[in-house]
Structures are given as C-alpha cells and as structure tokens.
C-alpha cells in the first residue's frame, strides 16, 4: 500500500470510527468493525439497530420516521455492503439479512403517501408496511424496492429495477414494475470462517 492510499484510507477510517461512536452513544444498536463514510444522515438513531462488518460508503441515509417509537424500524445484519447514496425510509420496518451487496443510488421504503382526487398527499395518512430482504441479494444501481416487498434469499435486482411486489429465493428480476427473468437453483451454504480485514 502507497503512502497516499494509507493516509486516505486511514482519515477515512478514523472519521468513521468517531461516527459511529457517537452514534452509539445517542441510542444506535451495534455489532463490531462497521464502517461508515459520511455524507449521509441518520435520525432517530435509537430505532436502528446494525450488525457487524457492515460498510456504509458516502452519502448513505439511514431515515426512520421522525416520531418517537419504543421499537426497531431498521434492522441491518452483517457483512453488507451499502455503496453511496443509499437510503433506507422507514416508518414501519425494513430488515436486510446479511452478506447483501446494494448498488448506489438505491431507495427502500416500507411506506407510501396516501392519495386521493382533490385531496393533497400531504393532507392524507401514510400507508405503512415493511420490506424484508434476505441474505445473499445483490441489488443493482438505482434500484427501488417498495412497501410491503420481501426478496428470498440469493435474489438479484436489476439495475434501475422498481420492485412492487415479492419474489422467492434465487429470483433475477428488472424492470419497471419489476419482473421475474429466471431463477437460480441456490445451493445449500457451507458454514465457513471468514477472515475480514480491518476497517
């Protein structure tokens, strides 16, 4: 590793490390080693609870609904990996399993804006859901994932994809509404050991 590459990685690191610190002490849940650039925001930090080996890189939004709650609204697992300018929306809950890989520019929300002729979306109740999605998934650039959507195990979402509704385990999908392409046969996971380098 060059000089320059060891002084960005290890500002970055640093600045990370003092972030998510003070995350924790104002009510984040936490598992070990994640990692978080800045350039996003995250609020009401006592509803969002994080695994471990997680990487958040530049501008990624973790958003509960900013209204007092007793409860979780985002739950993370571990070793995923968020690229930039993600953001998670939640004001009922969104659960992402672990070893996941999202594209930038992706948007999850478990909720929609009511609406209604003559009526301004402002004026009307959200309608509130969740979204799960499991372990394994790989969700491409600019991909959105909406209310009330669960992705089973080993699913890929196309880049610019809008998922609508849910699919099982293994399935590819694109498009807009998105739509099944084909399904993988996934194979049963070995348990493993892996080794993760230092953030």
């Known amino acids: 590793m060059n000089l320059e590459s ?9 600045a990370s490390r003092i972030r998510l610190t003070f995350y924790r002490v104002l009510g984040m849940k936490q598992g070990v080693r994640n990692r978080m650039e800045g350039g996003g925001r995250c609020r009401r930090l006592s509803q969002i609870a994080i695994g471990s080996y997680n990487a958040f890189t530049q501008g990624c ?17 571990n070793g995923n990996y968020f ?12 659960e992402i399993g672990n070893d996941n ?10 909720s ?15 309608e509130v859901g969740r979204v799960t999605i499991g372990n394994r998934c790989w969700i491409g650039a600019k991909a959105v994932i909406l209310k009330d959507v669960q992705l089973g195990d080993g699913c890929v979402v196309g880049a610019g994809a809008v998922v609508t509704h849910s699919f099982p385990a293994g399935s590819v999908v694109a498009g807009v509404p998105a739509r099944i392409l084909h399904s993988q046969v996934l194979k049963p996971q070995k348990a493993q050991i892996v080794s993760r380098s230092s953030y």
């Open 101 to 110: 890989m999202f594209g930038p520019d992706v948007y999850i929300t478990d």
């Open 112 to 126: 929609n804006h009511g609406y209604a002729i003559g009526i301004s979306s402002k004026e009307l109740p959200m």
């Open 6 to 14: 060891f002084l960005l990685k290890s500002s970055r690191g640093c």
């Open 61 to 77: 939004w973790l958003w509960p609904e900013d209204t007092e709650c007793d409860r979780i609204r985002i739950r993370i697992g």
């Open 83 to 94: 690229n930039r300018n993600l953001m998670i929306d939640a004001c009922g809950y969104v």
